[in-house]
């Protein structure tokens, strides 16, 4: 994901500790967990593993995406994504900035395509 999105992410968790690219930030309530690229075994893994976790069983999860990621021109499996969503139950957020006016009807972006 756009280092940006993540960057982000991190700050809203910070208080508590960072991580490298690839790993986990944690503060208070709040968790990062970082997937591989397009990776969506690895994705699925990591949602997993958070259902399991004990005493966490009604967290809330939220994944982002780029649709359309600037540094390879490669989109995101947003059909892997939405079979991921309806199992898992998280919320997503797909960051179109790349894809807009690029794809879709009337440049309205991958999600839209």
């Known amino acids: 994901n756009h280092a940006s999105i993540v960057d982000g992410v991190r700050l809203a968790v910070r208080g508590g500790s960072t991580s490298s ?7 208070g309530r709040s968790r990062l967990h ?3 690229h397009n990776d969506m075994g690895h994705l699925d893994e990591l ?11 009604g967290r809330r999860k939220l994944v982002i ?17 939405a079979t991921l969503k309806a199992h898992h139950g998280f919320l997503l957020a797909v960051d179109e900035a790349h894809a807009t006016l690029v794809c879709g009807d ?5 999600a839209a395509a």
């Open 65 to 81: 995406t780029d649709s359309l990621f600037s540094m390879d021109g490669d989109f995101a499996d947003l059909q892997a994504l």
């Open 21 to 27: 690219a690839g790993g986990t930030a944690s503060a």
């Open 34 to 36: 970082v997937y591989g």
């Open 47 to 57: 949602l997993s593993a958070a259902a399991t976790r004990a005493g966490e069983p």
């Open 106 to 110: 009337n440049g309205a972006g991958a």
